[in-house]
């Protein structure tokens, strides 16, 4: 993959993080910049570990399912995309009744956030791809951007995080077909 291609999965990955960012600044939680970090801190964290797990997993069975890869990595990438695609148009909003930035919230939203980061991995695994630099790129973006979405958060509302949130859906799918499309003219 080109650095440019790494970039923009990143910023599909991060939307995720992001959206819930802008729902996290919301509320009046995340007053303290202790609680800012957090937050971002989690998020950055775990989209940086979730892509090589998915990877490491994708390598272990690489062997197996050789043939299909692009197809796996299609579908994966898809599922992801239109999940988030879909979660972006539901009606309701995100609330907060406890404190996002502590213990088993902080967790619990760090993996919510993160999970479509490991199909992602699983995906570049399957295509031979290397893992260290979108694993990098991926964390550092995603950390910022919540950084930026808990800042923005009570400024800009709720509504335009489901937007964002359907952009980085698109975007995964956008990177799925590429990846069969290539496949396929080789």
Known sequence: MHTIEIIFLAFGLAMDAFAVSVSVGS?????????RFRISFHFGLFQFLMPICGWLSGNYIESYIKRYDHWIALLLLSYVG???IKESMSQGHREFR????????LIILSIATSIDALAVGLSLALISAAIWQPAILTGIITGLLSLFGILI??????HVGKKVEFAGGVVLILIGLKIAVEHLIQ
């Open 27 to 35: 509320t009046h939680f995340m007053v303290s910049k202790r609680a």
């Open 82 to 84: 239109v999940k988030m």
């Open 98 to 105: 406890f404190d996002p930035s502590k213990g088993w919230n």
């Open 153 to 158: 958060g009570d400024r800009i509302g709720r």
